[in-house]
């Protein structure tokens, strides 16, 4: 081979080379990268909420950036422990981060009052799995988060009567004993409890009821209020740790009254903590992916290392609505809330989902479990 000839392919080789650098720099450049939030119990003792929560943000996530490979998305975590206080804490860094365009939660009611001020302020647009206090989407509330709260659950005007309904169910005469943990999301619960049994036929309150802090483990007090009250069914509208120790004490009482409880106690860590005290409890709560597609939950099983949970249906909704608000262009916070206020699409579970002006979802059905061999099983839509 002659120098000439050497020469040009020199040149070509250089050439294809410089213009495959530049090709993979275009390609990354391409790909640009987006950030929500997710906010709610990820240590604590409502962890396993939280965990399950996140977990279907993560999973929506990987579905989108399959689809969308020019579209990396990052979850930032944002650790709230269902704790108001500690929710003060944390918000105010999440919503002066001008990169985060939106948030899936909070998960509880307590938590999303505390956080309100501080995405209020940032416009940043929220949208709940599971804070289910009514006052959130009341405007004449304090709590009112417009207009940057959404929640993709009902509220508990729906929850406590439906809650009602399915704790007496069967029982003639039910005299009820109920009682709440003094947090933002059990107290309301309870007042929507109560109105509820008083259309249940036969039902009545007893016991004037209880009122006890979440910190709670020495359930005795109440416990001899139930007794005395002759309750045959127990209604608590607190959270799944301190109903696991309640139930313990309740049947180490000798107690065989029914026990009901809300969805702050509806996560299957409920069972695994109070044993055999916890079976035959009843629980109003969402279902996760394995209710609304067995093919779904197999692959989320395949993609996550761990079945859907709590509330898997919702916060896969919920990320699902900022990822195509994402794709759609959406990336401004002002853009985004716009994009989610006018939103109408169609939820997992075959729902339509479309906010209205306070922003409550257009449907919020609640179903029935009971514990049954250590594990809530799904008894279906309580009507």
Known sequence: MNSKIQRSLAVVSAAALVFGVAAATNAQAAVKTYTIAYQGPLSGGEASTGIDEQNA???????FMKK???????????????????????APGTGSNKSILGVVGPAYS??????????????????????????LTDPASPDFGGPVFHRVVGKDDLQGPALAKYATTGVSSAKVFVFDDQSAYAVPLRGFVEAGLKKVAGATVVGGGDSVPNTTT?????IAKIKTSGATVVIYTGYYSQAAIFIKQLRDSGSTAIFAGGDGVFNQ??????????????????GGLAGISPKLEADFKKQMGVSSGVYSVESYDAANILLEGIKA????????????????????????????????ISYGLFAGF??????????????
């Open 329 to 360: 262009g959406n990336t401004t916070r002002a853009k985004m809330l716009k994009w989610v206020k006018a939103y109408k699409g169609k939820s997992v579970s075959g729902n339509t989902i479309k906010f209205d002006a306070n922003g409550d």
């Open 370 to 383: 009971t514990t049954k061999n250590g594990v809530l099983v799904n008894t279906g839509i309580i009507k």
């Open 68 to 90: 969308n490979p020019n579209i990396k998305i990052k979850i930032v975590s944002v650790d709230d422990q269902g704790d108001p206080a500690v929710a003060s804490t944390v």
């Open 110 to 135: 307590g938590a999303t009052i505390a956080s309100l001020p501080y995405y209020k302020a940032g416009g940043l647009v929220m949208i709940s799995p599971s804070a289910t206090r009514v006052s």
């Open 57 to 63: 943000v993560k999973y929506a996530a990987k579905l």
């Open 269 to 286: 860590e409920f069972p695994k903590l109070a044993g055999a005290s916890a079976e035959g409890s009843r629980i109003t709560g969402v």
């Open 218 to 222: 020495d359930f005795a007090p109440t």
